[in-house]
């Protein structure tokens, strides 16, 4: 049975107006509105070169008009390597696209909403192959596979044979040959990682990655964000130092010390970069959930080292990791939001044990207390079935966070503060959190809410055009807030 969404009451806009949710709040050198904020989500609206597009601008401009505190643009690549629509800020040429962003997001929200950009890197994955192709042509064949076949009395006689002889193992027999990271490619599809030594491009990461980070840092700033919102959260490569799975010997792996380092350099070299008076924060995660990873505790003492370095705000996430995925179909690449640690990431209704509604916030307030006993004061954002104002504001109220991020409560109603601060909150669209957006996320296609098209199966009014999905079935962004006379904005 999925969990009922919980009940709200909503804030008259003179309550609203006193309530803890929408009071300002200063981000180092930065005044934010209101304490709302709409962390990162990736809609797959870029070119397939990382260029800002119409729909890009179209979809941060529905967010915009909802006027919430701060908007996080999506995980946006910080090198200028072909990845797909996701947008990119690795070179001068993607600043012109990123300002005409800053200014539709500044101009929709009338100046009320700031703009952060999530800046990201990523390690190579690969799509699975099909076994055949795996072992009889990918699979670096080395003396121990030999070995291993020649114990299963397989003649092997040359590399055709072997490959041959491989082919016919069956699963249990496949398992004492292969490696498990050999076995892990075969299953879920071939993926660096950091601990790849041997390659050089990956024990070259604690160089390269502080100039690309701060480069594209710089690059942000000179777009006109706000402040910059540095990736080390989920399954990529800054959360991958920080997971206790990080092996490396060269300085940068082993303990907690030697695996914050380079988030460390990487947010100094940012900083030299955009100065003292650019908001500068992180995303990490408080639980990477996974097996062998990283705890509470970690993430402990990574948010004290970062808050010291001068962390103008830190938002909190959990899991989202490669290592518990679910087996990706032939031809496809892992998605990292499809187990265990996935379902914390983005929890649904059908989320076992608890329930999906403020999740994270136990963790978000260990590690605010931290901090605060520390005399530190970073501001935390805190994520995770939150889409409730009594839920944000018991958030505030009891010490868990300092904003309160909302992503699919926004994803299925983008004008969530607008109504909640209207004193309108009963004409919220309210999240069902059962992940359909999530799931047009992992198949990369353009994300939107099913929601927005239940509320909106009528055609549009003469002389109006809605932008469509490329299927031409969905509608890109929201349907307007059709404001009733009871519900004008008492503020004009
Ligand atoms: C479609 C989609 C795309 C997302 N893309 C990102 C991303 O680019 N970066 C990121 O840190 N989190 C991303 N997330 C995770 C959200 O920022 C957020 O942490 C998560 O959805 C939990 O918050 P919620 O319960 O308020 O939705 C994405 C979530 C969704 C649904
Ligand atoms: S698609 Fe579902 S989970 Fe996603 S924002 Fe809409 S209602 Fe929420």
């Known amino acids: ?45 870029a070119t397939e070169d990382g260029f800002v597009t119409p729909q890009v601008l179209d979809w941060y401009e529905r967010f915009a008009r909802g006027k919430p505190g701060a908007i996080v643009v999506e995980a946006t690549g910080i090198r200028d390597v072909p990845s797909g629509p996701l947008l990119r800020i690795g070179h001068e040429r993607f600043v012109p696209g990123l300002r005409e962003l800053v200014e539709v997001v500044h ?56 490959r041959r002889a491989l082919l016919e193992l069956s699963a249990p027999e496949l398992e004492s040959v292969l490696s498990p990271r050999e076995l892990q490619e075969l299953t879920h599809g071939a993926r660096e990682t950091v601990n790849d030594l041997h390659l050089p491009h990956v024990a070259d990461l604690p160089r390269a ?34 997971s206790r799975r990080n092996e490396r010997s060269d300085g940068y792996g082993g303990s907690p010390r030697e695996r914050v380092r380079l988030p460390l350099e990487v947010l100094a070299a940012a900083r030299r970069e955009v100065g003292s008076d ?79 509604f403020g999740r994270n916030l136990a ?41 309160v991020g909302m992503a699919r409560a926004s994803l299925a109603d983008p004008d969530w503060s607008a109504k909640v601060r209207a004193g309108a909150g009963a004409a919220v669209r309210r999240c069902k959190y059962t992940n359909y957006c999530e799931a047009l996320d992992q198949r990369h296609k353009q994300v939107t809410c099913q929601l927005w098209d239940r509320a909106h199966d009528a055609p549009p009014a003469a002389g109006t055009r809605v932008a469509r999905s490329a299927d031409l079935k969905r509608r890109l962004t929201a349907p307007p807030w059709e404001r009733s006379s009871a519900e004008a904005d008492p503020r004009g």
């Not at 994955?125 to 397989?154: M, N, P, T, W, Y």
């Open 1 to 45: 049975m999925p969990h009922p969404l919980p009940p709200s009451t909503w804030p008259s806009a003179a309550a609203a107006e006193q309530s803890a949710l929408f009071a300002p709040l200063r981000l180092g050198a930065l005044e934010l509105r209101t304490r709302t904020w709409i962390p990162a989500m990736v809609p797959w609206r």
């Open 107 to 162: 101009r929709a929200s009338e100046g009320e909403t700031r703009l952060f950009l999530q800046v990201i890197d990523f390690l190579r994955i690969r799509r699975r192959v099909a076994s055949e192709r795996f072992l009889g042509e990918f699979l670096v064949l080395r003396d121990a596979h030999v070995a291993a076949l020649q114990k299963l009395a397989r003649p092997v006689t040359d590399e055709p044979s072997a």
């Open 209 to 242: 990655l502080p100039p690309l980070f701060a480069g594209a840092a710089r690059r942000a700033r000179e777009a006109g964000f706000d402040g910059v919102e540095l990736h080390y959260a989920h399954a990529y490569t800054m959360a991958s130092f920080l």
């Open 278 to 356: 650019f908001a500068l924060g992180a995303r990490i995660l408080s639980d990477e959930i996974i097996d062998g990873g990283s705890r509470l505790e970690d993430a402990l003492f990574y948010a004290a080292e970062l808050a010291r370095a001068g962390l103008d705000f830190l938002s909190l996430s959990r899991g989202g990791k490669f290592e518990d995925a679910t087996q990706p179909k032939v031809g496809e690449a892992a998605y990292p939001y499809t187990g265990p640690s996935g379902h914390e990431c983005m929890p649904t209704v059908h989320v076992r044990p608890g329930t999906p």
């Open 363 to 403: 963790h978000a307030a260990a590690i605010r207390a931290h901090l605060r006993s520390a005399g530190l004061s970073t501001p935390i954002v805190a994520a995770g079935g939150i889409g409730t104002f009594d839920l944000a504001e018991s958030a505030l109220a009891s010490g868990a966070c300092d904003l």
